[in-house]
């Protein structure tokens, strides 16, 4: 409330129109829309003040944010709006997820994202993020597993080449990992085998004891006793 009361003040001193409070939404969608982030911030911090409920302001609000530089900023209201979020929670998540990313905070963001989708599961663009998330990971499954939906639900994408290019590098890794642990398994084998041989060797010269030898150990030993 206090920021709508200064921009009416600040309306009145310019001899700017004063906006009931109805129409700071109106307007400060219209300089998002045109892409002037920074004149649409104070007009939709307003409206939201006026109508805490309204999803789409937190949404706008998390972009103009992100787009300001403010990562943190645009964090903290997109979180604030999850709580209240219906219609745009995929889209909430999913920016939020960016702005982890960003942050090269990965782990977080594959949530955000994973948020996203289940809000959303033909939000294709989800998919694409969260599988760049989980390369970073080296989640290589997850990784592919996303590229192949995404790529499912945008066929033409411009960037299926590289998608599809990644995509075979990660299963020439993983077959050559596979490979190695096979090559490891065997050695590992062969190792055990000798260890085993070896062993039935050693028991080829094991005898039982004689029962001389045994009598003779516990036999009292004799002693000349001299007169």
Sequence with gaps: MVKRAGLLFLALMTGLP??????????????????????????????????????????????????????????????????????????????????????????????AYSEALTANKELASGYLNRANARLQLQNWDGTVSDYLIFLQLRPQDPQRPKIEEIIRLIRQMQDARQKQLADEAARQKALMNDVLNSLTNAGDDTKNLSVESIKGKNDPVDVDIKD
Aim: no cysteine; hydrophobic share 40%.
């Design 18 to 111: 004063a906006f009931s409070a109805s129409s700071f939404l109106e307007k400060g969608e219209a300089l998002f829309i045109r892409n002037q982030p920074k004149d649409a911030a104070p007009l939709l911090e307003s409206a939201l003040s006026d109508d805490p409920s309204n999803e789409k302001i937190y949404l706008y609000l998390g972009i103009i944010y992100q787009q300001l530089g403010d990562v943190d900023k645009a964090l903290a209201i997109l979180k604030r709006g999850t709580a209240v979020a219906n219609t745009y929670k995929d889209l909430m998540f999913y920016n939020i997820g960016n702005d982890l990313f960003a942050r090269k905070e990965y782990s977080l963001a594959d949530q």
